[in-house]
């Protein structure tokens, strides 16, 4: 049984983290813009605070309509098979002085490639914040070891079809 990997995986990799580069430095370029058109020095520092700020907070967003761009994708074109859950787990981390938890669930899965009849194995990360710790725990709960999950596979790309979305580096 081997992963299925695809070659695409670490270009998406490395233009996720140029696409990641270039939104906070056009964002921030806007800002700083507006921040110029106010004509006031504390603006540029508060330009440069608001542009960092919307960031980072609207950057989640643009990930999560991505992945909603892509799965749509990939339920328009890929073969759905049913895969056996091998592993699965719940972790909470907690940064210094953070009162909010990240959980973090972790699912691995076995199934047959509908075109070559080769047995795969698909793992995906996930990791969810404080306010949505219910979720984690039910992902965990629905998806213990033994249970059925749908999985969208389309040549070497393949992807579980639940409505969670993963973590970044495995949302290809």
Do not use: C
């Not at 540029?44 to 980072?56: Q, Y």
């Not at 909603?68 to 592993?87: E, F, G, K, N």
């Not at 995906?124 to 979720?135: C, D, I, M, Q, V």
């Amino acid at each position: 049984m081997k992963p299925l990997f695809s070659p695409v995986v670490p270009v998406y990799w490395i233009v996720s983290a140029l696409a990641a580069a270039l939104y906070f430095s056009g964002v921030l370029r806007v800002a700083m813009m507006l921040a110029r058109w106010a004509d006031e020095s504390v603006a540029l520092v508060f330009g440069f605070l608001g542009g960092m700020l919307f960031a980072l907070l609207t950057w989640p967003l643009v990930i999560a309509i991505v992945w909603q761009a892509r799965r749509a994708y990939l339920r328009r074109t890929a073969a759905s098979v049913i895969a056996t859950v091998t592993d699965s787990g719940h972790r909470v981390t907690r940064a210094n002085n953070n009162p909010f938890a990240t959980h973090r669930v972790h699912i691995e899965a076995t199934f047959t490639h509908p075109e070559t009849g080769t047995e795969h194995r698909l793992r995906k990360r996930y990791a969810l914040n404080e306010f949505r710790r219910s979720t984690a725990k039910e992902m965990v709960r629905h998806y213990a070891v033994g249970a059925e999950i749908p999985v969208l596979v389309r040549g070497r790309v393949a992807g579980f079809d639940v409505p969670q979305r993963p973590q970044w580096v495995d949302l290809w």
